[in-house]
């Protein structure tokens, strides 16, 4: 088992659409969950954190952790083409963030 | 304020060969992370550098090793390059005072071995 699962996609949604990425890990020790976005051929932007139970919203962005079950996801609201992007989940480990392969959200105009 | 800036950023080396990157972290972070990216995958920890001391390494082997100075920048070198070692190498930069683990990426250093 993966230590950070995410489906890879492609996850593709209508603009202006609710986009739901998803993401399992392992560690239950666990405390500290993220979200990047990844342009094609550029690096990871930090876009959202969160390090308890429940919801996090940030404009257009709303992080959601169940660690009950393991469990991150991240809506995008009115989504946008511009939301196109590799969305990749990161959860700690001891001084280091373990990745997740990533899912390729495409938002269709 | 400054980001977390990397360089080279592009760099063509053949088998056998060394290399050395080099990152400096965001105004105000002293933790340097070195993570690799290969096409499709998401990133993969090599080694953090707190306080000019190799603090946590991931699964790379020996080849790879990295340098902070007291300036908080990092290095990261490696070895007898192997065509394998093709890849995004990332730099992230964090504040182990604040007690969360937000890493902030630099624009990568895009590595090829032919």
């Known amino acids: 088992q993966k230590e950070v699962e995410q489906n890879s996609g492609p996850l593709s949604v209508p603009e202006g659409a609710i986009a739901s990425l998803n993401c399992t890990y392992s560690?239950?020790?666990?405390?500290?969950f993220f979200w990047y976005r990844q342009y094609s051929g550029k690096s990871p932007e930090l876009i959202m954190s969160i390090y308890s139970n429940g919801d996090k919203e940030d404009g257009r962005f709303t992080a959601q952790l169940n660690k009950a079950s393991q469990y991150v996801s991240l809506l995008i609201r009115d989504s946008q083409p511009s939301d196109s992007a590799t969305y990749l989940c990161?959860?700690?480990?001891?001084?280091?963030?373990?990745f997740g392969q990533g899912t390729e959200l495409s938002v269709k105009p | 304020d400054a980001g977390v800036t990397q360089s080279p950023t592009h760099l063509i080396k053949t088998r056998g060969q060394q290399v050395t990157l080099r990152c400096s972290p965001k105004s105000g972070h002293d933790t340097v992370s070195w993570y690799q990216q290969a096409l499709g995958q998401g990133p993969q920890f090599i080694f953090q550098y707190y306080e000019e001391e190799e603090r946590q390494r991931g699964n790379f082997p020996d080849r790879f090793s990295g340098h902070q100075f007291p300036n908080y920048s990092s290095e990261l070198n490696v070895n007898a390059l192997l065509l394998g070692d093709s890849a995004l190498y990332l730099c992230?930069?964090?504040?182990?005072?604040?007690?969360?683990?937000?890493?902030?990426f630099g624009p990568g250093t895009r590595l090829t071995v032919t």
């Open positions: 992230a930069s964090s504040s182990t005072g604040t007690g969360y683990d937000e890493q902030y």
């Open positions: 990161a959860v700690n480990g001891p001084g280091k963030l373990i």
């Open positions: 560690d239950r020790g666990s405390q500290s």
